[in-house]
């Protein structure tokens, strides 16, 4: 029931952009993003809800197609406290969370 | 200060034995939740509760068992029934509304010898 994250990894330059993809074989009430570093929690960056609401990270966006049951994390001018590992969580039944294998991004000088 | 703590950060266990991992919550939440990670692998879910006394199983419960009798408390038990322990646990807290983002504890490296 884990969605599937792509890429499993990316390394960008400062100020690169990047996209990473999560995609869900079961319906789904929101996503979820969020960031881990290295030995540390993870940390909340965004959820999204069907209909289009949104709450989150005032530089990073998403998006969530509720159809094909996928979204996407835009890194845009990304900085170098962006690396770290990104997590999608799906939520599909009331408080019943998935989350993917994660996409590890590093962003060098 | 609200969070979660989750004690200890590291645990050494002898195979066959069963520990039990804490994990407490001062931020009224009434959704909690536990998490397995291994390298490569993300998050899995163990368990969740929605209220107090009440749980289910999410897709590795096997091996493990969880409680709830209070609120700010969801203490889960690697039991020696679990084929592979050894892992970093990661506890969990949200309300359980529509903005139900997840605040994570810092986490225990358990380690059976």
């Known amino acids: 029931q884990q969605p599937v994250q792509s890429p499993q990894a990316v390394i960008l330059r400062e100020g690169e952009d990047a996209v990473i993809n999560c995609s869900s074989s079961k319906a789904l009430y929101s996503v979820h993003w969020y960031r881990q570093k290295h030995g540390e929690a993870p940390i909340f960056l965004m959820i999204?809800?069907?209909?289009?609401e949104q709450k989150g990270h005032d530089k990073i966006s998403a998006s969530f197609n509720e159809k094909k049951q996928q979204s996407s994390l835009y890194l845009t001018a990304s900085q170098l406290s962006y690396s770290g590992t990104y997590f999608c969580g799906t939520e599909i039944g009331n408080n019943d969370m998935r989350f993917g294998a994660g996409t590890r991004l590093t962003v060098k000088p | 200060d609200g969070g979660i703590t989750q004690s200890p950060k590291y645990l050494f266990r002898k195979e066959g034995q069963n520990v039990t991992l804490s994990c407490e919550q001062n931020?009224?939440?009434?959704?909690m939740y536990w998490y397995r990670q291994d390298p490569g692998q993300g998050l899995r879910l163990i368990y969740y509760s929605q209220i107090v006394n009440d749980f289910q199983k999410g897709d590795i419960a096997e091996g493990y068992s969880v409680s709830r009798e209070k609120k700010e408390s969801f203490p889960l038990t690697v039991t020696s029934a679990q084929k592979n322990p050894t892992a970093f646990y990661l506890c969990?807290?949200?309300?359980?509304?529509?903005?139900?983002?997840?605040?994570f504890g810092p986490g225990t490296r358990l380690t059976v010898l």
């Open positions: 969990a807290s949200s309300v359980t509304g529509v903005y139900n983002e997840q605040f």
């Open positions: 931020l009224n939440h009434d959704a």
């Open positions: 999204l809800l069907k209909g289009g």
